[in-house]
């Protein structure tokens, strides 16, 4: 086995980056470096389907695939003849692609329906959808992201996957624990990292590392952590993870952490279907806390994913120093009988053959030509550096209110208008150019279905159907 490993690992040319891999992996150092990339894997989205549909259409493409030990709607793509981005499954978010181990800290931290949840650095958002599923869509559930670039790719990808209650925000994650003190029920620190444990599918990652990055990390990494405890309640919950393998940025950070606030470090009872090693107890001489060995840690060479580490901390107490020294500022939902969105309703219920009284079931915010839908417990939401929330319903068209193509999948069978169906080679021909030649129908919107389950919202005019695609594909049926 040696012998294999010196013949398939190298050296990376980043000299610094060897010699702390070599001072933390020791002999170790051969075998991760010559580690494979974590292979492609999804989860299901069971706020759109179910495990057994989707099976039944994996089989049907001829994907070979392989569940994963901890997750039951995880899978590992074994062999895979055709793209699944080019599936109508995948349009419908009925799955995403996932990395395996990037499907740990949610259900570590298993956010439960009904509760308050922040995901503090959210994007690209499969983290974020993964949790809005587990809290089966209720709750209230806030995204977050620094960045307004990546908020736009974790808008896309909640959109798409029916999430409706969610609050994204634009903000420095280390601001929510004066905003929000005592605040939520459980929070996910998925921190920004080196991402040393992606090295083996992202070589990239030894161009720009060095340890002065690696320190600079460590020091907004223990800003968000703060944060975080400030902003949870106490008896509440918190995952921090990252895909990096260096202690400086995980189990010192956390040792940190417990010498200085209120903080128990919980057991992880997934650990024992992860096959996982422990967190270390000793780094550089220095013996730290034993129940830091509580920690998940993964490797690639050994557990055949990305590397990765998660730990699961419990707040036990709310020191009275830390006080909220921010006001903020919250915008009211408006229930379904408020005057300012009524009318809007009942012409979508007109118009689509909506039974008015879905709309009690959630609550709603209104711009001049947009109607998003949320979770009916959502009565406010904060008003300064909000991007949205909820899911996008509706939006105002010179033929009246169109229904998004995520509000369509998500109310599905209950709009019982304007619903139109195409053949095989129609459906092809229109993902594949984004509109076809379609006859005997009347000008304006409807809805796409096949097999009876709403796909899309699509545009009829002048004898040619049209569909708004992010891009046109070549659609696997």
């Known amino acids: 086995m040696d012998d294999q490993i ?19 992996l020791g002999d170790e150092i051969k075998s991760f470096l010559a580690a494979e990339p974590e292979k492609r894997a999804i989860r299901i989205n069971t706020i759109k389907t179910t495990l057994t549909e989707i099976l039944a259409r994996l089989n049907h493409l001829n994907i070979s695939y392989s569940p994963l030990s901890f997750n039951p709607l995880g899978f590992v793509l074994n062999d895979y003849p055709i793209p699944l981005s080019h599936t109508l499954d995948f349009f419908h978010g009925d799955f995403q692609y996932q990395g395996i181990s990037s499907q740990i800290p949610a259900l570590v931290l298993n956010p439960q329906p009904g509760e308050k949840v922040l995901d503090i650095a959210a994007a690209p958002g499969s983290k974020s959808t993964q949790m809005a599923a587990l809290m089966q869509n209720l709750g209230q559930l806030y995204l977050n992201d620094i960045s307004k670039s990546r908020l736009q790719s974790l808008n896309v990808n909640v959109q798409r996957s029916g999430v409706s209650n969610e609050v994204i925000l634009n903000m420095a994650g280390e601001r929510f624990g004066k905003l929000f003190p005592d605040y939520f029920d459980k929070i996910l620190v998925d921190a920004p990292c080196t991402a040393l444990g992606t090295l083996a599918g992202s070589p990239e990652v030894a161009h720009w590392w060095s340890f002065d990055k690696l320190k600079k990390l460590a020091v907004s990494q223990k800003q968000l952590l703060v944060s975080a405890f400030k902003a949870l309640k106490p008896g509440g919950e918190m995952v921090y ?28 009872h997934l650990k024992e279907k992860l096959f996982c090693d422990d967190g270390i107890v000793q780094y550089n001489g220095h013996m730290l806390n034993q129940r830091l060995s509580r920690a998940v840690r993964l490797y690639p060479h050994k557990h055949k994913m990305e590397g990765f580490f998660v730990i699961k901390l419990k707040k036990i107490a ?15 939902t408006l229930a379904h009988t408020d005057h300012l969105i009524k009318n809007e309703l009942d012409m979508l219920s007109e118009l689509w053959g909506i039974d008015s ?13 947009r109607i998003w839908m949320m979770c009916g417990k959502i009565r406010q939401i904060p008003s300064k550096r909000l991007h949205n929330a909820g899911l996008l319903l509706a939006e105002k068209r010179i033929t009246g209110w169109k229904l998004t193509n995520q509000s369509a999948q998500i109310l599905g069978n209950q709009v019982y208008s304007r619903r139109i169906t195409l053949s095989d080679e129609q459906f092809r021909g229109l993902f594949s150019t984004g509109f076809i030649p379609v006859s005997n129908l009347k000008y304006g919107y409807y809805i796409l279905e096949r097999g009876s389950k709403p796909i899309a919202s699509v545009y009829w005019e002048k004898g040619k159907l049209q569909i708004r695609l992010p891009h046109t594909f070549r659609l696997v049926l």
Not at 6 to 24: C, G, I, S
Not at 318 to 332: C, D, Q
């Open 357 to 369: 009284d879905l709309w009690k079931t959630y609550r709603y915010i209104m711009t001049k030509n």
């Open 6 to 24: 010196d013949k398939t690992y190298r050296m990376t040319k980043n000299q610094e980056l060897n010699t702390y891999l070599a001072h933390f």
């Open 318 to 332: 709310s020191p009275t120093r830390y006080t909220n020294s921010v006001l903020i500022k919250w915008l009211a």
């Open 241 to 268: 993870s990252t895909c990096s393998i260096a202690p400086e940025e995980n189990e010192i950070l956390i040792q940190w952490l417990i010498d200085n606030y209120p903080v128990e470090i919980q057991d992880i």
